[in-house]
Nanobody, 114 residues
């Protein structure tokens, strides 16, 4: 059974930074495109960034220039480095593979406030 565990969230001030981590167990991730998603209260879950098996990254407009997604296939980890955080980045963040998502993890809460 695949399990996803997100961590690294917390409270950050506007302009601050956080680094999110996603630990995957129960499978390898080498061949999958992985993504970070977020869901704000009352909103649909949305894709933030993705990284292919070869390391090619794609960012949604909300993340361009501020977020960096990366992966470590050997450790089965996916990361999201977030900088210049804004209050509108407040959401719960999740990772998953892009196609045929596994069961979602608990996510990690990111709150940006002064």
């Amino acid at each position: 059974q695949v399990q996803l565990v997100e961590s690294g969230g917390g409270l950050a001030q506007p302009g601050g930074s956080l680094r999110l981590s996603c630990t995957v167990s129960g499978t390898t991730i080498n061949v999958y495109t992985m993504g970070w998603y977020r869901q704000a209260p009352g909103q649909k879950r949305e894709l933030v960034a993705q990284v292919s098996s070869s390391g090619t990254t794609v960012y949604q407009e909300i993340a361009k220039g501020r977020f960096t997604i990366s992966r470590d296939n050997a450790q089965k980890m996916v990361y999201l480095e977030m900088t210049n955080l804004k209050p509108e980045d407040t959401a719960k963040y999740y990772c998953n593979r892009l196609v045929a998502s596994w069961d979602w993890g608990q996510g990690t809460q990111v709150t940006v406030a002064s």
